[in-house]
């Protein structure tokens, strides 16, 4: 579904615009802001080789029950940002496994984990622009020093909200490649509510 021409598109999603494998008024109208719709692509980006191997590692295991969880989830998740080729894809295997039938699982697999990868590269760009910008401004030390302490403190009593939030403030700021990659690890590690790894990531920061 393309983005209708009354809908203006930020700059940091203009990488994204002409993919048709991606319907950005379909996010938008899932997440509800633009800001919400760029954390679930990046979230959804970290995810990809995880994801990939989980559903491998359960269809070699013939794990059927834990293969359809885990295509049930990338169905969702590619819902929600606007891929609906993938996630019909997806559904088509969630479907498969409620049935067992293992012939149609057996024969899309490998077609469905290369699609599903093919995505890294497709929002290469969008994440390198996100993940680099330039025009922002520089954090002290002192307030970087500030959010480390607050992201460990509010983690340490598990509050979800109050670590987005930092997060999310975290990401107004120019911050380098290695700082980026920890609050993105972060960020995966918070949708699992892994508090300990949460913890100990804020450290690197």
Request: proline share 2%; net charge negative.
């Amino acid at each position: 579904m393309p983005t209708p021409d009354n809908i203006s598109i930020p700059e940091n999603f203009s990488t994204l615009a002409s993919i048709h494998e991606i319907s950005l008024y379909s996010g938008l109208e899932f997440c509800g802001s633009w800001r919400s719709l760029k954390k679930f692509l990046i979230s959804f980006y970290m995810d990809i080789p995880v994801k990939s191997s989980e559903i491998e590692d359960a269809y070699h295991s013939n794990n059927i029950s834990l293969f359809t969880i885990k295509v049930h989830s990338i169905k969702t998740c590619a819902a929600i940002i606007g891929l609906s080729e993938l996630s019909e894809k997806a559904a088509l295997l969630e479907k498969a496994g409620d049935r067992n039938d293992i012939n149609f699982i057996n024969n899309n697999i490998r077609s469905f984990v290369a699609f599903y990868q093919s995505y890294t590269n497709i929002l290469s760009d969008f994440i390198e622009f996100n993940t680099h910008q330039t025009n922002l401004p520089t954090i002290s030390e002192n307030e970087l020093n500030d959010a480390r302490s607050a992201l460990a403190e509010i983690a340490s009593v598990q509050d979800y909200d109050g670590v987005e939030m930092i997060l999310d403030t975290l990401q107004e700021y120019k911050l380098s490649t290695y700082q980026n990659e920890i609050i993105n690890k972060i960020y995966y590690n918070l949708k699992k509510l892994a508090w300990d790894e949460v913890i100990n990531l804020t450290t690197y920061l």
